[in-house]
């Protein structure tokens, strides 16, 4: 039975290193991001981030055009605490994660968003940071 | 019975060692096997004129004939401020035997500057914006992600590539061997 249980641990050993077992990703494969307007005023941005990577909370930043559109502040998800010894003591976000954000269209427009990301692999690597960019028409009225 | 032992135990030993050769692999980076380089990556490297943490222009040709690591990194990223202190002691160590280390970082001149006073980096660090990502990509970065590390021979030629940390073992070897 012993033996039998090393033999588990292993294979669950080897299934626990996603990334280590492949080539990296690129940003754009491993913190796939989409947005769409889930209501008049609402936004909501998915973070689909890859096993293996994470992203760091206090680098998602969020920007709206027209000057016309106000962003309100957008409601993160706790994440986990990461401690690290020479970085100190971050939020980060794995896996799929959601970030709503209020917004004011004056008009009901189509509105631009942008969202800036950073993350890094647990590997040891990081990556620079990235600016996704969406256009996000208006929900349509019920009639 | 014994045969089901030995063979769970061959298959969980066979799976912990190619799982620890999966989780280097990518730490171990590359050391081309012809050592040379495309010369226009080169070039790129040799023109690149950024500020020190003093504000000093300097040429990254300035140190042209040097056994010479450049280390792409950035204060944002944790992995590369945890193998730095390493650096600067090989620094320290090497520089006897002509080993001249050059930080390029993606970052802000404040940062970098108050990082390298509380580090006491030895070694000179260049600022640049995003601009210093797509030159490790010119050099071999396929992803640019950092820490991107390159060995050069007193040549000019790439002699290793590393994407992750590089372990002061490794690095060691790699100089040793063109020393």
């Given at each position: 039975m012993r033996e039998r249980n090393l033999a588990a641990a292993a294979v669950l050993f080897a299934l626990a290193l996603p990334v280590a077992g492949q080539d990296l990703l690129d940003a754009s494969q491993a913190f796939r991001t989409s947005a769409r307007r889930i209501g008049a005023d609402v936004i909501e941005v998915r973070y689909d981030t890859a096993p293996g990577y994470y992203l760091y909370r206090d680098r998602l930043e969020f920007k709206l055009q027209p000057e016309s559109a106000r962003l309100g502040a957008p409601k993160l998800p706790p994440g986990k605490v990461k401690e690290d010894e020479f970085f100190g003591r971050s939020v980060i976000y794995r896996n799929r994660t959601i970030v709503q954000l209020p917004i004011t269209a004056m008009d009901n427009s189509t509105v631009t968003l942008t969202a800036d990301l950073q993350g890094c692999a647990d590997i040891g690597v990081c990556y620079p940071p990235v600016r996704r960019t969406f256009v996000l028409a208006a929900p349509s009225k019920a009639r | 019975m014994t045969s089901f032992r030995t063979v769970a135990v061959c298959v969980a030993v066979a799976i912990l060692a190619l799982s620890a050769g999966y989780a280097t692999h990518l730490l171990v980076g590359e050391s081309p096997r012809s050592g040379v380089s495309h010369a226009a990556d080169m070039d790129a490297l040799w023109k690149t004129e950024l500020a020190d943490t003093n504000g000093q222009r300097m040429t990254v040709?300035?140190?042209?004939?040097?056994?010479l690591v450049v280390n792409f990194w950035a204060t944002w990223c944790a992995p590369c401020r945890e193998e730095m202190p390493a650096f600067v002691l090989l620094q320290r160590d090497l520089a006897g035997k002509g080993v001249q280390f050059v930080g390029i970082a993606a970052d802000q001149g404040e940062k970098v500057k108050a990082f390298a006073t509380e580090l006491q980096i030895n070694y000179p660090l260049l600022v640049g914006g995003m601009d210093v990502i797509d030159l490790s990509a010119r050099l071999g970065?396929?992803?640019?992600?950092?820490p991107f590390t390159i060995v050069v021979d007193r040549a000019g030629r790439i002699v290793h590539r590393q994407l992750g940390i590089l372990k002061p073992d490794k690095l060691r070897a790699v100089i040793a061997a063109i020393s």
């Open positions: - | 040709n300035h140190w042209r004939g040097s056994i970065n396929e992803i640019s992600a950092l």
